[in-house]
């Protein structure tokens, strides 16, 4: 990863926000509120906070450690791995976080496609709209992090319709359903915490990008705005949700959003869950081409000579075809089920593992000089 | 300087001719498919069931280009039904698509009529099924029907120049504005899948050329249990939600009536001992309201505040009598369980239901004459 | 490109006249070539011109007649006597073939002397000043550009009268030799634009250069978009505007219209009326154009799209209106569409190519008879006929023609997808201009600028026009030298000051 990255392809330090905001504002949006309430039912909310805060702290780890790590080479993931763990088991870790970006792509994809095909067209073919929208995605990622930063502002203006939804709730809402509070044992709620990881995934790409952020300094602020933000999003959710929902409902409902939508009625749109499902598609642009671009990255990280625009390709046929490999319901509750465990390792135990390392190193070799 | 577009050039029309070539997903045609706008379920006995949907039959008489006549249709949409013997109606539209002429479609079902013998034997298969369905809007209406589903759907002698089903969810719509409890199908399943609570839904009857809201219908589960007459939903809704616009009509003579039309009402819980053999439930229900009607003589300026007392004593001691009902048949369409269960740490729910009859309801009421009209 | 290369040098005339006699030779054929040897007592002189490129009357007041003067016996003395600022006096050939070709009269001592004196007398024939017409305005300047640069630069000048206003002047084409003008302001203006432009144009290679709009398509950045990046205007008032702003204007010799860049799409969308009028109702009518556009794109696919695979969606109150307009047409409703749009697609050509008063006709005929026709044949629904007349009004609104092109082509692609993938396929038809109008770029500046890069500055001037209080700054976006347009606080003290109470 020697080239140097030019001044012209950098993004502005709000990037910082809106990447990962896109990438954690997602599917999951629409579907994580019955995981979470499974065992802790009306303390969900409070395993989301615990874990939002969670995410703050390993923003914490992430930004420190790439701020240590820009006196040493280029600050991301795949060369700080290649540097802190030596080359062969740097490059190994490579793969493994590739796979894992890989992983993560296609439970997203293909658990949008499932919503698509339950709500707006059954008879939709897996591969065939995972071909056209890989197109779009080829288009994006190939003009760069520049237009990808694009399509995540974009993704989050549109979403903010969807966001504001969320009010008509209100006339409905029984906010007794809230009470008791804190009635559910610790243990219940951290372990639907540890569920509600899969919501909060995605802001580690920092961590990919990070190098063509210009003005960091002032980046550390938005990067923590946005897991702020994203935060409140999911809270309000899953307090809307927990409050329109009766207990059994909830857990009778597997897209408690769409079902939701499917009950507000406006004088001249009806039937506004179709409506919000596309403009959440909007979403799924985003955090796939960041997803593809960082494995692109990563290619050229471990072998300089594939140039990222010719492993795209190869990676985008590989989504597309992992995607229609996985047919059914229960394969994808399957795959978002692995998900969790997969993200939380990586999150919440390798990153902070890196870190230390990163110290020990300086340690160690503070003592030499 | 510029760029090269090669792979664009190259790749844009494979995408495009991919596009245009593999997209097949089945069109449906909104003048090529029948549009379902009302269900209705009558139970026949033996786990058989009599179904009816109706769709709106738009043609006009004008022959080709409507325009000629007038942009509005003169008559509004006529309908057509289709009914027919199944199981348990869950296959109502697949076993209907034989008669249908062409395809028949959900996604616009406005509204569910059951019948009471169907809503005795249950609605379980039906609700899960609905549950279940996508396509389905979730502010659609249900209601059970005294007599016959089929009949109301069926017949065309009705006042109004509308389809009997948007007559029907007019009815039940523009009532829930009033006395009557909002109802929709999600607010239906929301009480259907709660623990501790009940749902319920208007009770209908066609009386001659049209139609009549009877009260609710109260079901345990998923099976109806008792019904409370129209008189009564003013209560019910006072006990149950926030809401304005409903008249409450006081008898507080023989033969001499106050009717009171709320503007505002509120109603908060607070619960005691939830975990006890006998749980305190205080409801505090606060009303502001104007008199619409009285008996002559019955009510000036001075004596509202004697008039106010009279409502409390009433309401009170109606709210209590309707609440002690709902407690001898078990059921808790009101919600209280689920009020119980806010209040209480570690609510023991699996004894509630022994509980619930024993529970003590406390009830008060404070009313606030705003103004008796413009004359004394 | 190499083949062009290679016709372009074909193209130039193959035997380049070596001298004086020879260019006269190689004209001589030419009707509108005058070679004749003038005499007069003192001196005798060959002259030569095109008559149709000179005002003859001028030369016979201006130049003759001073030549038959007495005192002139040699070139020298015609200099002297000459009343004109600007003699040239040259022997190089390629100068006098391109001043002859411009206007210029050749004054020789003898025919094969390859000494010449060039006086101009340059014909400006062309159109006088008149009303804009494709950009028409009620309450701004009703001038517009003409075909003449001279006019041209005239008209702006008048507009800018600082000495900071820099006119470089190039010349495109391999043989039309167009004479193409870069106006900016010094110390405003970013010099990287400039520095881009210029080498944009220099390195053109075509043969002949005609209009602005042609030259727009050769140095865009990028050839295949439909969206054009480069804002062409008639109004002279706009361009000076944009010019004060800190951008380029382009005027090209033959061409009534000035390119200005960079530029962002918000900027099609803005008519110069809008900053004539007050802030609040210039936003509102910026807001309506905004929903025009979105209108005319989308309405017809998403007429196909409800009508063909989401019934759902269709509110129940317009559910019988629909159906009885639908029910006597015998097509999908694809068909439908495509016919009516072709039809009105059909009628603006149509429009657009006739005579205004046919024109006209052609409207009215289209229009209302076929559209009724077409109705009561049953062959479209009198709905649809509603929504694309509309959509068909609503592209027009937008004030550059070059854009309405634009937003009326590309409901093609989104009706056709549509038709394949319903909503879905018009939010995949949607996503991918919006990824390409993200990709896009105008002059290297982002091209949808306000919003991707989000810069809230300029969003003030965007979609909506905040009061020019507010507006104290230039476009960030053009990276000008002078970001400033008027210091805050000044703007805030020519306000006067706060009030501390009502009525004190």
Known sequence: MAA????????????????????QVGVGFISFQQIVTDSPEQDGWISVLINGLATLFVMWTMLSMLENEKKYGQADLFSLQCRLLGKRIGNIMNIVILCYICFYTITYLRGFIEILQVEVFPQLSTFYFSLMFCFIIWYVVMGGIRNIFGTCLLSFIYAVPVFLSLLFIIPHAHFSNLLPIMEHS????????????????????LMFFYPFIKQTKHAKRWAYFGLLN???????????????????????????????????????????????????????????????????????????KIKMKYSIYGILILIILITSLIQNGEQIKEVHRLLVPVGFIVVYLYIPFLSFIQWLKKRLSGDHT | MRKKHNSTQILIPIFCSLFFLSGCVPTYIFDDIMIIEGIGYDYIGNGKIIGTITTPNFVQGTGSGGSQSTGVPANGPMVRTLSAKTYDGKSLIDKFQAEGQMGLQGGKTRLMIYNKAMAKHGLLRQLSFRNRDPDLPRDMNLAVVEGNCREILTSNDYQAQMSVTQYIQNLIQDNSRQNYPETDLAKFLYAYYGAYMDPFMPLIRKQGDHLELRGLAIFKKDRYVMSIPNKKVFLFKMLFQKFNQGVYDMQYAHGKHIALRNVHTAISYYVRNGNSATPDIYAKVKVIGQVRQATPKAISKRTSQSVAKLFEKSLTYNAKALVHQFQKKGVDPLQLGDQVRSFTYHFDGASWPDRYPNAHFHCQVSVNIQQTGISN | MFWKKKRNQRAEPDTPAKTIGGLFHQLKSNPDFIHFNHRSDTFTCWISFFHTLI??????????????????????????????????????????????????????????????????ATKNHGRQVTEAETETSILGSHESLVESIEININLIRKRIPIPQLAIEEMRVGKISNTRVCLLSIDGVTNKENLNTIRQRIQSLEVTNLLDVAQLAILINDNGHSLFPQFLDTERPDRIASAIYEGKIAILVDGA????????TIVEFFSAFDDYLVSWPIASAYRLLRLFAIAFSVTSSSFYVAILTFHYQLIPKELMSTLYTSRNSVPYDPIIEVLLLEIMIELLREAGARLPTKVGQTIGIVGGIVIGTASVQAGITSNVLLIIVAMSALAAFITPNYRMATTIRFIRFPFILSAQVLGLLGIALCYMLFVCHLIKLTSLGRPYIEPIFPLRVSDLKDAYIRLPYNNQTMRPLFLRTRDPGRARPKRVQAKKGKHKSDIDE
């Open chain 3, 256 to 263: 009534p219209a000035a390119l200005l860049l960079p530029t």
């Open chain 1, 186 to 205: 610790p243990r219940a709620i951290l372990s639907s915490s540890f569920m509600a990881t899969h919501e909060f995934l995605g802001f580690e790409y």
């Open chain 1, 4 to 23: 140097k990255i030019s001044e012209a392809s950098k993004i502005g330090p709000t990037s910082a926000f809106f990447i990962p905001q896109a990438m």
């Open chain 1, 230 to 304: 994203a935060l409140y999003i999911h809270l309000a959710i899953i307090i809307v949700t927990i409050t329109f929902f009766s207990q059994g409902a909830l857990q009778a409902t597997i897209w408690p959003t769409m079902t939701y939508w499917k009950s507000i009625h406006f004088p001249l749109f009806e039937h506004i869950d179709i409506i919000f499902c596309i403009i959440m598609l909007w979403n799924l642009i985003p955090s796939t081409s960041v997803c593809s671009w960082a494995m692109t990255r990563g290619i050229k990280s471990i072998c300089p």
């Open chain 3, 55 to 120: 005002d003859i009357n001028f030369v016979h007041r201006d130049v003759l007649s001073f030549l038959y003067d007495r005192r002139v016996s040699s070139l020298n003395d015609a200099v002297r006597v000459l009343p004109m600022e600007k003699v040239i006096r040259t022997k190089d050939l390629t100068e006098i073939q391109a001043k002859l070709l411009d206007g210029y009269i050749i004054v020789q001592e003898k025919e094969s002397s390859s000494e010449c004196l060039l006086i101009p």
